[in-house]
Nanobody
Framework: QVQLVESGGGSVQAGGSLRLSCAVF????????MGWFRQAPGKEREGVAT????????YYTDSMKGRFTISQDNAKNMLYLQMNSLKPEDTAMYYC????????????????WGQGTQVTVSS
């Protein structure tokens, strides 16, 4: 049974950094795409970034480009999201997702999800 477990969230002040981690357990075949999503209170879940098995990375919001970096360590079965220069509007629950297909920015693109880790940025 595939399990994705996020960690690394917390409370930081604006301008600070956090590194989110996602540990993947129980999979048989390598995923073709892994991504990070976030959901702020009262808002829909939105795609943050996706990394594909060929190493290509895609970021979905201009405000995140240059501040967020998605990466993975296949040897450790880990996915990461480095977040720098955090802003109060980055406050959200962050979710790790994976799929054997070529997922992108839609929630429906991914079949496997973690439970989320909360990120709170204060001004």
């Amino acid at each position: 049974q595939v399990q994705l477990v996020e960690s690394g969230g917390g409370s930081v002040q604006a301008g600070g950094s956090l590194r989110l981690s996602c540990a993947v357990f129980g999979y048989t075949y390598d995923f073709n795409s892994m991504g990070w999503f976030r959901q702020a209170p009262g808002k829909e879940r939105e795609g943050v970034a996706t990394i594909y098995s060929n190493g290509v990375r895609t970021y979905y919001t201009d405000s995140m480009k240059g501040r967020f970096t998605i990466s993975q360590d296949n040897a450790k079965n880990m996915l990461y999201l480095q977040m720098n220069s955090l802003k109060p509007e980055d406050t959200a629950m962050y979710y790790c997702a994976a799929d054997y297909g070529l997922g992108a920015s839609r929630v429906s693109d991914f079949g496997y999800w973690g439970q989320g880790t909360q990120v709170t940025v204060s001004s």
